[in-house]
């Protein structure tokens, strides 16, 4: 089965610290993904990852900033936190587009709240 | 730019009947993919059903099935024979290259 694992179901943090959230992946999957899930906006893609130190901006990064130092682990970076970074935080993996099966896996997400 | 549009913010339908869940896509890509997904109240993200741009029969998984028209650019989800435990949201997704963007979802509610 494929597994991924956000490191927190739930997180409290200050504004202004800054927050880490990671998620691992044991399928071997190139595509990394991080989302933010708000009610009435769905699922907004922060960043992407095809490969090991190769990240891409998705629709909102204003804030956030990731890292991909090996292909299992794909780390979401707050770099200092705001009340307006409350949400859901979403993580999902898959292989390349067009090489085996093409949906994402999604762990169970991290419920960040900044105080 | 890839843009996923849900239009129902919500839909009810009674148990044993059809209901069709919209959603219209749009993308500069020649290949891509369009996913439906299915999250409950747990939270977890189910994925659903698969249909590539080339594909030329309309994907079908169980009770699933997506009604997929490229001129239209739309990708409706048909669930037969609801279930009380269809209730969920559901989300349509596409991705062309790498890059996978989703709409802002359905939420189903199936009465008995």
């Known amino acids: 089965d494929v597994k991924v694992t956000q490191s927190s179901r739930y997180l409290v943090k200050r504004t202004g610290e800054k927050v880490f959230l990671e998620c691992v992946q044991d399928m071997d999957h190139e595509n990394m993904f991080w989302y933010r899930q708000d009610p009435g906006l769905g699922l907004r893609l922060i960043y992407f990852s095809y490969d090991v130190k190769m990240k891409e901006k998705g629709d909102i990064p204003e804030g956030y900033s990731v890292s991909r130092e090996k292909k299992e682990r794909f780390s979401l970076i707050l770099e200092s936190a705001s009340t307006n970074q409350t949400s859901m935080y979403l993580c999902?993996?898959?292989?390349?587009?067009?090489?085996?099966?093409?949906?994402?896996?999604f762990g169970q997400g991290t419920r960040l709240t900044v105080v | 730019a890839q843009k996923i549009t849900q239009t129902q913010p919500g839909m009810f339908v009674q148990e044993k009947e059809a209901v069709t869940l919209d959603c219209t896509y749009d993308?500069?890509?020649?290949?891509?993919?369009l996913f439906w997904y299915k999250q409950p109240s747990s939270g977890e993200m189910i994925f659903l059903i698969y249909q590539g741009s080339y594909d030329e029969q309309n994907a079908t998984e169980g009770r699933y099935s997506l009604n997929f028209q490229k001129a239209r650019k739309s990708a409706n989800l048909v669930i037969s024979a609801s279930q009380l435990g269809d209730s969920a949201m559901y989300f349509c997704?596409?991705?062309?290259?790498?890059?996978?963007?989703f709409g802002t979802g359905t939420r189903l509610l199936v009465s008995p």
């Open positions: 993308t500069s890509d020649q290949s891509y993919g």
């Open positions: 999902a993996s898959s292989f390349l587009y067009g090489q085996g099966d093409t949906e994402a896996f």
């Open positions: 997704a596409m991705r062309g290259l790498q890059k996978l963007v």
